[in-house]
């Protein structure tokens, strides 16, 4: 048997609200609200870099710093995007054994010698270009590694950890522009205290 929980009625005969079901106070609390709180800061930068190789990582996390820096954020969050379907953004270390080895486990990955049906341009319809390439394993690992990575903004700068470095990772070079977007949201440093 299910037992309804009883229902008050305001003398006008309309059911009566508990404190958590009625409206917030929109003026005197909403108000001190929107004093005490800091407004948000909101910027787009778009860099482009050169590639040079078929599958390469470039760090880029000091031209992504020096964007954070001259949005004047103090404090809040950046979120690094690739344009492409065919590159993608990481983080990852900054030594260069370790370079090697990602470059050779993607290219064991998704080799770019065997058949995908994105490159058969005898039957393939869509997306098609005069300078098309036969690309198909650089979408494959692009689907895998991504393309955003988002890093806190502490005290204006980038709180990576010590190793951590931000990479472009080029799928599908080499490329005279790859373009890379950086959004950062957070407090300006003028109101950070």
């Known amino acids: 048997m299910h037992v309804s929980p ?18 917030a106070d929109t003026q005197g609390a909403m108000h001190l609200l929107q004093k005490d709180r800091p407004s948000t800061s909101v910027s787009m930068r778009r860099l482009a870099f050169t590639t040079t190789e078929a599958i390469q990582l470039v760090d880029v996390t000091d031209d992504i710093a020096k964007a954070v820096r001259s949005t004047g954020v103090h ?20 030594e260069p054994l370790l ?14 010698n065997v058949h995908y049906q994105h490159n058969d341009f005898r039957i393939r319809t869509h997306h098609m270009h005069d300078d098309e390439s036969p690309n198909g394993h650089s979408h494959c690992l692009q689907f895998l590694l991504g393309t955003s990575e988002t890093v806190p903004v502490v005290d204006g700068e980038l709180a990576l950890g010590d190793w951590q470095r931000i990479f472009l990772v ?24």
């Open 170 to 193: 080029e799928l599908d070079g080499p490329r005279p522009k790859r373009e890379v977007l950086i959004q950062t949201v957070g407090v300006p440093a003028d109101e950070a205290a």
């Open 99 to 112: 370079i090697e080895d990602l470059l050779n486990f993607l290219r064991r990955l998704a080799p770019s």
């Open 6 to 23: 009883e229902i008050s009625f305001t003398p006008d005969g309309t059911p009566a609200l508990k404190p958590a079901d009625r409206p």
């Open 75 to 94: 404090d809040g969050i950046v979120t690094i995007v690739s344009r492409h379907t065919t590159m993608a953004i990481r983080i990852q270390e900054a």
